[in-house]
């Protein structure tokens, strides 16, 4: 079985640039989630979808932050403009149906805003 | 609100010891809990969890964990620690009643020789 695939591994973008990751999950999993991983911190959710719909966005910076996902499957997460604290690791995850199932991680996409 | 508590950001054990993991959890309704681990430039794998069946449950590479209903713990122990076994080690929580699943600061486990 695939796993959680996420493209870009690395980027680096200069404060006020945008840029986008993107995640394909397990396929049949309903539940999407983008975590925000600062360097010795545990993840942070930033959004979890099931299926077509959003869960939870409460801790994303809505005037910068945004993300969908297209038809229940695919998802970018895109940031716009990017600041100083957002460097970190971006995780995508999906889980067969929201967080009573076991999440599987993506590899994830290290971001450094210079 | 849920949350998760991991005592201890960092832990050294001498490869052979036992170790041991501490986490609280927060919660008024039943919890689903889980141990997940994260080795170095990796994403998150899944090494055990409490889905309300036995309290005490069995994960990958010879971790287990003990639900503690009366403390609100579930704290992670391996008997014998190996060199393999250094990563960051985080636990997470869901609610019976919520979709959302949070993670715990994390703990770091060094393995000396």
């Known amino acids: 079985e695939a796993g959680v695939a996420q493209s870009p591994r690395y980027k680096i973008i200069e404060k006020r640039q945008s840029v986008a990751f993107w995640c394909n999950p397990i396929?049949?999993?309903?539940?999407l989630y983008w975590y925000q991983q600062i360097l010795g911190q545990g993840p942070k959710l930033l959004i979890q979808f099931q299926n077509n719909g959003v869960v939870d966005d409460s801790q994303l910076p809505k005037d910068r932050f945004s993300a969908e996902r297209l038809k229940g499957v695919d998802s970018t997460l895109k940031i716009q403009p990017a600041k100083l604290e957002d460097s970190a690791v971006y995780l995508c995850?999906?889980?067969?149906?929201?967080?009573?199932?076991?999440?599987?991680f993506g590899q994830g996409t290290r971001l450094t805003v210079v | 609100a849920q949350s998760v508590t991991q005592l201890g950001s960092h832990v050294s054990v001498s490869e052979g010891a036992l170790v041991l993991l501490r986490c609280n959890y927060s919660?008024?309704?039943?919890?689903?809990l889980f141990w997940y681990v994260q080795y170095p430039n990796q994403g998150l794998q899944l090494l055990l969890k409490?889905?309300?069946?036995?309290?005490l449950v069995k994960g990958i590479n010879g971790f287990e964990a003990e639900f503690k209903k009366s403390e609100t713990s579930f704290h992670l122990t391996k008997p014998s620690a190996h060199m393999s076994d250094a990563a960051e080690y985080f636990c997470?929580?869901?609610?019976?009643?919520?979709?959302?699943?949070?993670f715990g600061a994390g703990t770091t486990v060094t393995v000396r020789a």
């Open positions: 997470a929580v869901t609610l019976s009643n919520d979709y959302k699943l949070s």
């Open positions: 995850a999906s889980s067969q149906n929201g967080g009573r199932t076991e999440a599987f």
């Open positions: 409490y889905t309300s069946a036995a309290t």
């Open positions: 919660s008024s309704v039943p919890p689903y």
């Open positions: 396929s049949g999993h309903a539940t």
